[in-house]
């Protein structure tokens, strides 16, 4: 039976149905699609790239961009993609780490990153723009358009996607074809995908969400997808009577639920809309159905493996709950001891099942930590199940922050905050924010006699890390509240400046 991951998608494809539809009015057909990943991959063997080696990218969203990352599973390759805000000292990192043979990058970033690139010796540095242009993209053109698929096990990697820890080091999660197979197998199934599906896809494919669920779901349905360079309310409101499923975080659902012209007409020809990488607040859930007529269903999972629990597409959409675990997974909700607790006890969130990753790259220790004795993953999420087996999160052991859909780890920020002169430590937290779920917001305690400037902060963490992780409050406090084992006490934060 055939394991690698790319010759099952392809065996999928409907070659004369639609696959992207573009905001110029193009259209790229899935035998088209095909011809170009073949092409990128011949390009990719040609630099070098054997099985088991890594293709980084930081490149804006194009079907290009999806035609790399299939190419680099037709050629054996291990994809790595980039969240396009990262900057130099974050990317800089993921390079040293990873150590890719090739790293593609957009035309205009090229000169620094080739800089950043060099530090970290990667081999070849190329671009690729959203017009399909750039230099790989040259030497695509150049490619016969047949490659025969490397033969790849199910244990074999496909991709490494990075996440960040409470230490604020990024760790990249390994993620075999088998993983990836049984993620997408199980959604396209247990979601209904069915013939004549139209995707409108808004979201970034560098992260798991764009990448492995909603792209995954269309590709194994051989479906049309609406390619969307970013979210925009006008542009979805326009393309939702032409589609059928929807995917994205709850900021979207907010912001659609401010226009005007949103309501049930708009949305006649749905079938489905899922809401995932953070949580949505009850009030969004109960406007859109008032609004609409359907019901979101939210789901749960993480970079670590992708979706593990889900709403049922049949049946009860629990408001607050993201469902109950999907076929083939096991979740429980454990004690300290990794002992599973009663229905209705708050406990850690551990998960098992043929989707969870191989490990953490490079980092064996940190993957049996994170591991128990019997082969659960700790997600570092708190839950409790009902009685009928829905799951509620209801936080985040380790502080996680998600806003707007993208994680955002404090110490990370914390560190850069601490650094600043006349700033004697930091805490940075999550608040609640009606668009963005959660916002991040600095807690600092100044030097004697100084006075901290909030912009001068913003600014600072704005020049080193990703634009979505920079504090959209800043507070300054005499000290920060403490446990009688010296631990800051976050919840206490959180209380003090929630209201």
């Avoid at 997808?225 to 009577?241: G, I, N, Q």
Wanted: net charge negative; aromatic share 8%; with cysteine.
């Amino acid at each position: 039976m055939i394991s690698f991951l790319y010759e099952l998608f392809a065996q999928r494809f409907a070659q004369d149905q639609v696959a992207f539809r573009l905001p110029d009015g193009n259209s790229v057909s899935y035998s088209a699609l095909a011809e170009r990943v073949a092409r990128f991959a011949h390009a990719l063997v040609e630099l070098g790239v054997s099985p088991g080696e890594r293709v980084a990218a930081q490149i804006d969203k194009s079907t290009d961009g999806v035609a790399l990352y299939l190419a680099t599973l037709q050629a054996g390759g291990v994809f790595l993609p980039m969240n396009t805000s990262y900057r130099d000292a974050e990317v800089a990192h993921l390079l040293s780490d990873a150590q890719p043979r090739v790293f593609v990058v957009t035309p205009a970033a090229q000169e620094r990153l080739r800089a950043v690139a060099n530090t970290a010796g990667v081999a070849h540095v190329l671009t690729l723009g959203q017009a399909g242009d750039g230099s790989l993209a040259e030497l695509a053109n150049e490619q016969p358009s047949r490659f025969t698929t490397v033969e790849r096990s199910s244990s074999d990697l496909a991709a490494i996607l990075y996440t960040s820890g409470t230490t604020g080091k990024p760790k990249g999660a390994m993620l075999t074809h088998g993983n990836l197979r049984a993620g997408v197998e199980v959604l396209h199934q247990f979601w209904q995908f069915r013939p004549g599906d139209v995707l409108l896809h808004v979201l970034p494919i560098f992260h798991i969400h764009g990448l492995f669920v909603a792209l995954h779901c269309a590709l194994w349905n051989g479906s049309t997808m609406w390619f969307e360079p970013r979210f925009d309310a006008e542009r979805v409101l326009e393309l939702l009577p032409q589609s059928t499923v929807f995917m994205g975080v709850p900021t979207y659902y907010v912001r659609l639920l401010a226009e005007p012209g949103f309501n049930a007409e708009v949305c006649r020809n749905m079938r489905l809309f899922i809401s995932g990488s953070a949580p949505l607040l009850p009030d969004t859930f109960r406007q859109f159905e008032q609004r609409t007529g359907h019901v979101i269903l939210e789901r749960y999972g993480m970079t670590e493996g992708g979706m593990f629990v889900s709403n049922p597409y049949e049946g009860e959409r629990r408001c607050g709950t993201v469902g109950q675990p999907l076929p083939g997974m096991s979740v429980r909700v454990a004690n300290e001891q990794d002992q599973p607790v009663p229905a209705n006890t708050v406990g850690g969130i551990q998960v098992k099942g043929p989707n969870v990753f191989a490990g953490y790259w490079q980092l064996p220790e940190k993957t049996a930590e994170e591991h128990t004795a019997d082969g659960y993953f700790r997600t570092g999420d708190l839950g409790v199940f009902s009685d009928d087996g829905y799951l509620t999160i209801v936080g985040r052991s380790k502080d996680l922050i998600i806003s707007g859909g993208l994680n955002v780890y404090p110490k990370e920020i914390e560190e850069v905050i601490d650094a600043l002169p006349g700033i004697v430590e930091s805490a940075v937290i999550g608040l609640p924010h009606p668009d963005f779920g959660e916002a991040v917001t600095a807690v600092v305690v100044p030097e004697s006699g100084q006075t901290p400037n909030a912009e001068a902060i913003q600014a600072a963490v704005k020049s080193q890390l990703a634009g979505f992780k920079v504090p959209k409050a800043v507070h300054v406090v005499s000290e920060l509240p403490r446990n009688t084992m010296g631990k800051v006490q976050k919840n206490v934060l959180r209380e003090r400046f929630g209201r």
